[in-house]
């Protein structure tokens, strides 16, 4: 098993290449099945997710949009709670098929304060892909329709997610020592 140090801190192989790209190839092959005969409109997000999106995109046979969109949190002036705001979502997604697309889900945080953006703009259908899930660290939960690895509440890099900036080109997932 390979160690290597990212910052301060030592990661050990996690998820291998092949593991991950197996995995994202079936959620592909299921999303080609889910949405037969339809057009979905995936929306990926920024940073995290480029390399999942990159990935199970070239696994869709179907007809599909994709956009990358960022989220930004602020306070809220009169609120003591953050408000989520997107850039970058310039579509109409009235009346489409949505597949929002994240690199992972922790608490459920970000989604929770977004998805009500979405559903706002009235789309036909939303459904979230994320490659993971630590599921033991939900404080929001969520309907997660498609899920690649549910994993264990420790710190992951690699394969697009980041530690602090760095890690985001490992072709791995690795798991914080
Ligand atoms: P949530 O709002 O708690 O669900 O957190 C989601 C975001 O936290 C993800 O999109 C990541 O940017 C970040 N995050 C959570 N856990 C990890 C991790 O283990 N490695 C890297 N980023 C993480």
Redesign the pocket.
């Known amino acids: 098993m390979a160690v290597i140090r990212v910052h301060d801190k030592s990661f050990e192989t996690y998820l291998s290449e092949e593991t991950i790209s197996q995995r994202v190839k079936s959620i592909g092959e299921a999303i080609n099945a889910d949405y037969a005969g339809k057009r979905p409109f995936f929306i990926a ?1 920024l940073n ?1 997710s480029f390399m999942f999106a990159s990935d199970l995109f070239k696994h869709l046979t179907i007809d599909a949009e994709l956009c990358f969109i960022k989220l930004a949190s602020y306070k809220g002036m009169r609120s003591s709670g953050k408000v989520v705001t997107s850039i970058g979502l310039d579509d109409d997604i009235f009346g489409k098929d949505i597949v929002i697309v ?10 929770t304060n977004f998805l009500p953006k979405l559903q706002h703009q009235q789309p036909k259908s939303l459904r979230i892909a994320t490659l993971l899930h ?1 599921s033991e ?1 939900t ?2 939960p969520l309907q997660l329709d498609y899920v690649g690895f549910d994993i264990p509440n ?4 690699g394969y697009g ?3 602090e900036g760095l890690g985001r080109n490992l072709k791995e997932i690795y798991q914080l020592v």
């Open positions: 997000i995290g994240e690199d992972i889900v922790d608490t459920g945080k970000t989604l630590k660290a404080e929001y420790k710190f992951v890099v997610l980041d530690y």
